[in-house]
């Protein structure tokens, strides 16, 4: 996991009027998908299957939410990081607000993210406690590996 005391290094401050401008389309080369949290060891063996790929990760969001996320460049970006097909957009990018953008949500509030499963059975190991084989949290509150 990330040291959360590590400044985020951020792409240069947007031109133009657009909270988007110039901003390389952060957002468009990556997905990522809410997951349930892990109830038991199949469930941990199964983040640990996302971890072993390339380009993907795992994280609990400031809300205790779980996702994985997944490097993947949209289809639709040219070279300079336009949707060539906006007017057409899915609803998902309609929707999706610069304020969740990189730019403006800062991930040191996030309160895990793994990129390998080393990371993440250290988060299990400080955060869960086995009992047969479903996973119970030691502590209200989560606790950094």
Not at 98 to 109: N, Q, T
């Amino acid at each position: 996991m990330r040291d959360r005391r590590t400044a985020k290094k951020l792409p240069p401050p947007l031109p133009g009027d657009h909270p988007c401008s110039g901003c390389g389309s952060l957002c468009c080369r990556y997905l990522a998908v809410h997951v349930d949290p892990p109830s038991d060891l199949d469930d941990c063996d199964v983040v640990r299957w996302y971890l072993v790929h390339r380009g993907v990760c795992v994280y609990v969001d400031r809300d205790g939410d779980w996702y994985v996320q997944v490097g993947a460049r949209c289809k639709r970006l040219d070279r300079s990081g336009a949707c060539t097909d906006y007017e057409r957009r899915p609803n998902v990018c309609r929707d999706y607000s610069h304020d969740s953008c990189e730019r403006s949500d800062d991930d040191a509030e996030n309160i895990a993210e793994f990129s390998s499963a080393e990371e993440f059975d250290a988060f299990v190991a400080v955060n869960f406690r086995v009992v047969g084989r479903k996973l119970r949290r030691r502590h209200r509150t989560w606790r950094p590996a």
